[in-house]
């Protein structure tokens, strides 16, 4: 219920929570979580559909998204890939063995549900939609989103634009390159440098995951 939706929303992740969910996450779940934070306007459908060459360019300079609404008229939806963005793109693809961003065992990915329930438990916090405080995917999206209302200078309209909130808003300022949204995008990423971790190897690179993310 309505209810149930207000409690969801009202859990924000500090950066400490996110390593430390990150820390209990297998390879390819730390990989949707970074590009969840990095890339905000994607929802967790759109992150597990990435592929190399598709919606990202060989140049790794915009995530390009065309097929995310009903609608054929709907604009795609366009990310800037910023400097720390592009470093975790760049070591994903050294490390993947297909054009697939989130990889698993040699494939896509159809659903991470128990690989998140598993590991936001892991890491002690309550997990469900449901759940007062609880954590789920959706979780990193809002968090985002409230960061951003801290964010002096960022426009509603910029931020509307970054989480691709509003259809309107983004017809109405339609920018094909995404380079309007860098500023915005790069203070993201510097408040919450997530990709570090993994291109660093801190978390120890390709863990086993800790449940296949096929059977939710």
């Given at each position: 219920g309505?209810r ?13 929570e ?6 209990q996450a297998?390879?390819?779940l730390?990989?949707?979580?970074a ?5 905000p306007?994607l929802?967790?459908g759109?992150i597990?559909a990435?592929?190399?060459?598709k919606?990202?360019?060989?140049a790794?300079t915009?995530?390009r ?7 054929a008229?709907?604009?795609?939806l366009?990310?800037p ?7 975790l793109l760049t070591f994903v693809?050294?490390q993947?063995?297909?054009?697939w961003v989130?990889?698993?065992q040699?494939g896509?990915?159809?659903s991470?549900k128990s690989?998140v329930r598993?590991?936001v ?11 007062e405080?609880g ?20 426009s509603?309209?910029m ?6 909130q509003t259809?309107q808003?983004a017809q109405k300022y ?9 500023a915005?995008h790069?203070?993201?990423a510097a408040?919450l ?7 660093g190897?801190i ?6 995951p800790?449940?296949a993310?096929g059977?939710?």
């Amino acid at each position: 219920g309505t209810r149930d939706r207000i409690r969801t929303r009202s859990r924000v992740l500090t950066m400490e929570e996110i390593d430390r969910w990150m820390a209990q996450a297998p390879y390819h779940l730390r990989v949707a979580i970074a590009l969840a934070v990095y890339a905000p306007k994607l929802r967790l459908g759109n992150i597990l559909a990435l592929r190399f060459g598709k919606q990202i360019d060989a140049a790794l300079t915009t995530i390009r998204v065309t097929d995310h609404k009903a609608e054929a008229t709907a604009p795609p939806l366009v990310i800037p890939i910023v400097d720390e963005l592009r470093a975790l793109l760049t070591f994903v693809r050294t490390q993947n063995r297909t054009a697939w961003v989130v990889e698993w065992q040699g494939g896509g990915v159809q659903s991470v549900k128990s690989a998140v329930r598993a590991s936001v438990l892991a890491a002690g916090f309550v997990h469900g939609r449901t759940a007062e405080d609880g954590v789920t995917f959706h979780t990193l999206r809002h968090s985002i989103a409230t960061l951003i209302t801290t964010m002096p200078g960022v426009s509603e309209r910029m931020r509307a634009e970054v989480m691709g909130q509003t259809i309107q808003t983004a017809q109405k300022y339609t920018h094909l390159s995404g380079q309007h949204q860098v500023a915005a995008h790069a203070e993201i990423a510097a408040r919450l440098p997530v990709g570090r971790a993994i291109v660093g190897g801190i978390f120890g690179g390709r863990a086993a995951p800790t449940a296949a993310p096929g059977d939710g």
